[in-house]
């Protein structure tokens, strides 16, 4: 039977239908799955914490590294993706261990021997790539580190990140308006990065005032929380840019609706970066309470 003229399905569906493609939100089914699936994941992993957090999160930056150095199409793929990911196994390995330095010189390193292996055309690339897949593990691996405040920092980076991208999705389609980046990415709107933004950093703030025994400040976990949505979002649009630089639609197949673990961690890892950065440069006993205490 022809789909366009079949028979409406009880309870209005068709009508259903036909809003979700008005407002294109054809996918959001197979994207919520596919989200709710990480998302359990990544909270399960969180509060079992230990080689378990650590192994995930490893998982993930791998995946990220081989997607990277397969999207850039430059020479030796495999060698660059087998060195750097080499690097990012001993580098979590040494992490645990509280070999911190050298868990950090490894990246370097292993950036250096990406950049030769890819060429001339494409050292830069490649490098940057061991660096991003490299930046979000130490990142989120510093974060979690502290005992009392590490699982609240995390847990507040997935409010903001998550809330951002989710209430971003919804604002775009929903309320539409002029483009944000048209010639980056055509489907991100300015209002649904306003909303996106506003709602990460809302969220955030309410996430780490929440969580028990910590009830961090409000007002500048609120604004530190619109800085990480707003690189996020960001994150976002770099990515977007590099695979049009590639002419690459995904990053690849690994996640149904969402493309490549690339394409749905690129504003968590802009976020994270910056929230270990930040944590770190405030000089607290640990990088999550830099993040997140404030007298």
């Known amino acids: 039977m022809d789909k366009f003229n079949s028979p409406p399905a009880p309870g209005g569906t068709k009508i259903g239908a036909s809003l979700m493609a008005r407002h294109h939100l054809e996918d959001l089914w197979l994207r919520a799955a596919s989200a709710a699936v990480l998302i359990v994941a990544s909270v399960g992993t ?71 292996a890819a060429g001339r055309a494409f050292r830069l690339w490649a490098g940057f790539g061991v660096f991003y897949a490299g930046g979000l593990l130490l990142a989120v691996l510093s974060l979690r580190q502290a005992p009392f405040f590490g699982s609240c920092a995390i847990g507040w980076l997935f409010a903001v990140v998550w809330g951002a991208d989710s209430m971003a999705y919804f604002g775009g389609r929903l309320i539409g308006g002029p483009k944000l980046a048209p010639r980056i990415s055509p489907g991100k709107t300015r209002s ?66 969402h493309g490549g673990l690339m394409d749905r961690l690129d504003g968590f890892i802009a976020a994270a970066i910056f929230a270990a950065l930040f944590g770190l440069a405030r000089g607290l006993p640990s990088v999550a309470a830099g993040l997140l205490y404030w007298q």
């Open 46 to 116: 969180l509060v079992a914490g230990g080689w378990l957090f650590t192994l995930f999160w490893l998982l993930g930056a791998l995946a990220v590294h081989w997607e990277w150095q397969r999207l850039i199409g430059a020479p030796l793929p495999w060698l660059r993706s087998f060195g750097g990911g080499a690097a990012l196994c001993a580098s979590a390995v040494l992490f645990r261990l509280g070999q911190n330095e050298l868990a950090f010189l490894l990246v370097p390193l292993a950036a250096a021997f990406a950049a030769w």
């Open 192 to 257: 649904g990065f306003i909303v996106g933004v506003l709602s990460g950093a809302a969220f955030g703030a309410l996430a780490a005032h929440f969580w028990p025994n910590v009830q961090a400040r409000i007002l500048p976990v609120f604004l530190l929380g619109l800085a990480a949505a707003a690189l996020a979002q960001g994150g976002d649009l770099f990515e977007s840019w590099v695979k049009r630089r590639f002419g690459v639609k995904d990053s690849s197949r690994l996640i149904p609706g």
